[in-house]
């Protein structure tokens, strides 16, 4: 009897063991989305501070939420888009660390020479895609493409999309407003009017503004499902009912846990089973 009490109790004390290991484990996850969450919100806001310095006729969106039917979510969501009477500029923001080695035909970019991101070249290209279903043909012409990494990055890209005469261009953060500023002043020596009035600015603005949707659940919905095949691409293990991916850890616990019968549970789906 004393023998099986010791087992079992060594028993329960190993389990609370694994329950608190993997706790801390989800608990840590959590932390380092929580930082990554809040660097990216810091970012945004840098980006957001150069926007609002531009001249009161440059009108702007940030996080624009739109239909998009070309997209595997049915929506695009779009990091800023700055409306000014010589381009419509449209930025996709990205939080990486490491060097980013890439070419604006290259499908697929690398992060320190081993980690695989989507060209966000070919990203944003659709997010424009996205827009111009939305305004006036007329305008279609006068798009720029942008995107911008934070200085935790060391940019190994082609050339070509650094120089001021793309259409197509790659900055760091902290250069944007720069190079919004220089790509204008060379339009405007070629170009004595500027192509978009004031009027023409705030159609566009307008026509933007009416299709953003504000909806929270539509957007986590959309957040959501791009985990789920960036996961899937990436050949992640994942939630057997939500689908987002886990932790080797995460999934050792749960295939070694008779409870879940051979599936894997991300932390707050283990809880049912509780």
Request: glycine share 4%; with cysteine; hydrophobic share 30%.
């Amino acid at each position: 009897m004393v023998f099986g009490f010791f087992f079992n109790k060594k028993k329960k004390d190993e389990k609370e063991i694994d329950d608190s290991s993997l706790i801390k484990a989800n608990e840590s996850k959590k932390n380092n989305q929580h930082w990554a969450n809040r660097k990216g919100e810091l970012g945004e806001y840098k980006i957001n501070i150069q926007l609002d310095q531009f001249p009161k006729n440059y009108m702007h969106h940030s996080d624009l939420f739109i239909k998009n039917e070309k997209s595997s979510t049915g929506y695009s969501q779009i990091d800023h888009v700055i409306i000014t009477p010589y381009r419509i500029f449209v930025i996709e923001t990205k939080n990486y660390q490491g060097t980013i080695y890439g070419g604006k035909d290259r499908k697929t970019w690398l992060i320190n020479g081993k980690f695989k991101m989507m060209n966000p070249l070919l990203q944003n290209y659709g997010h424009i895609q996205a827009i111009k279903n939305i305004i006036d043909e007329k305008y279609h012409e006068h798009f720029i493409s942008m995107v911008s990494f934070t200085k935790r990055c060391t940019l190994k890209i082609e050339e070509e999309l650094r120089r001021i005469h793309s259409n197509q261009l790659v900055v760091y953060d902290i250069e944007l407003t720069e190079f919004i500023n220089r790509k204008i002043a060379v339009l405007k020596l070629q170009n004595k009017e500027p192509f978009l009035s004031n009027k023409d600015i705030n159609l566009i603005h307008d026509a933007l503004s009416n299709v953003n949707i504000q909806d929270p659940s539509i957007r986590h919905q959309h957040i959501e499902s791009i985990q789920k095949t960036n996961a899937i691409k990436n050949n992640e293990d994942t939630c057997s009912i939500c689908q987002k991916p886990v932790s080797d850890k995460v999934k050792s616990y749960c295939l070694s846990n008779k409870r879940f019968n051979g599936n894997i549970y991300c932390f707050e789906h283990q809880k049912k089973f509780r």
